[in-house]
């Protein structure tokens, strides 16, 4: 899925910003200082009895496909719907939707988990009939707050080197017991041979997606690389997650078409691989829309899990974004025949920026 692609800039690039900051808008791009007060405020922590617009505050900090937030919330009576917003689709990486409907699940259950925390746990469904939508149904109950719930505005795709540390036994238990969603069959791959191969072809889809001049055009069209264009935006891909400097837009997007090769995305994927404690992939049980929001489910409990316990994750779908690379990757896993869904790194690293949000009344229906 999602929000995974590295912009390789360099110090080059640092250099040429410096000599003309005067000449080329730097004085433009915003600060992270206020960049960092805004997203601050939309991942504050849920507050006490919280109304549904709040329920809803905590569904969006989501992990989806590119940071599209390809999502509208309804309030129906009883509940929530979770539709697709269609007009946010990546038809290149995501030609089917499979990303989109996954990143639906992964709101879902952030919704899930904030109701139940707030006394008003309830159901989810998947309605074909209301255009693909998520329905979560209120119940009522006790108020129960979860370590789920306190890592949901702490989470973050950490889209940088990890430090190589391995995960105990306990804690893989952990995840696993996390990611357990029916439907969902997660394999977690710690065997360091394996994890080469998997490393193989997420270099192989890398290769072939930057040879793809639509993909390339569309992961351009979602870069923000200042603070000022990130928060106006409110989605897309902000440099300063990935440990990138800062840059305008017009100076960004010279320096992304000069400087973002092959050969230097792959030495970043392999080298992160290689710090990562093991790899987790996602495998539905069917390939349709229902089961890809399952998936989801499943991949944001793990990312809960995994930052519950100290734990960065980032997501290396190219395997299952290349559609002739899947079955060497179900394949890989032991389940042949299968589409996989989601693969996802784990480890320990460091903290990063985290992605900007749009604010509710832009997703709410």
Not at 50 to 69: G, K
Not at 110 to 136: D, M, R, W
Request: proline share 5%; hydrophobic share 45%.
């Amino acid at each position: 899925m999602v929000d995974r692609r590295t912009l390789l800039l360099g110090g080059g690039a640092v250099a040429l910003a410096t000599a003309g900051a005067g000449y080329v808008g730097i004085r433009d791009m915003g600060s992270m200082d206020e960049y960092n007060a805004s997203v601050a405020e939309a991942r504050s922590a849920l507050k006490s009895s919280p109304e549904t617009r709040e329920l809803i505050r905590y569904a969006t900090l989501a992990a989806n496909s590119h940071n599209t937030q390809p999502w509208h919330f309804k309030v129906v009576q009883g509940g929530v719907d979770i539709l697709p917003d269609f007009a946010r689709r990546l038809t290149a990486v995501d030609p089917d939707d499979h990303h989109l409907f996954a990143s639906l699940g992964c709101a879902a259950e952030n919704l899930a988990i904030a109701a139940e925390a707030s006394g008003k746990g309830g159901a989810l469904s998947f309605n074909p009939a209301n255009g693909g939508a998520v329905s979560f149904s209120f119940g009522n109950g006790q108020p129960a707050r979860r370590a789920l719930l306190d890592a949901i505005p702490k989470r973050q795709s950490t889209r940088g080197d990890f430090n190589g540390k391995s995960v105990g036994s306990s804690d893989l238990g952990a995840l696993a017991a996390a990611g357990a969603v029916p439907s969902i069959d997660l394999v977690l791959v710690t065997d360091r041979k394996q994890i080469d191969r998997v490393c193989d072809l997420v270099v192989a889809g890398n290769t072939a997606q930057m040879a793809d001049a639509a993909f390339m055009r569309e992961l351009k069209s979602w870069l923000r690389f200042n603070p000022s264009d990130a928060l106006t935006a409110g989605d897309g891909l902000f440099a300063a997650t990935t440990g990138n400097p800062l840059l305008p837009a017009w100076l960004g997007s010279i320096m992304f078409d000069l400087m973002f090769t092959t050969s230097g995305e792959n030495e970043k994927y392999a080298r992160q691989i290689r710090t990562s404690a093991g790899i987790a992939v996602f495998v539905a049980q069917k390939n349709d829309a229902e089961h890809w929001v399952a998936a989801g489910r499943a991949c944001q409990r793990f990312a809960l899990a995994a930052t519950s316990l100290g734990m960065k994750h980032a997501f290396i779908n190219q395997p299952v974004e290349v559609a002739g690379l899947r079955p060497e990757m179900a394949a890989l896993v032991g389940m042949p025949g299968r589409r996989p869904d989601i693969v996802m790194r784990f480890g320990y690293g460091a903290l990063l920026p985290f992605s900007a949000r749009r604010p509710l009344e832009a997703v709410l229906a």
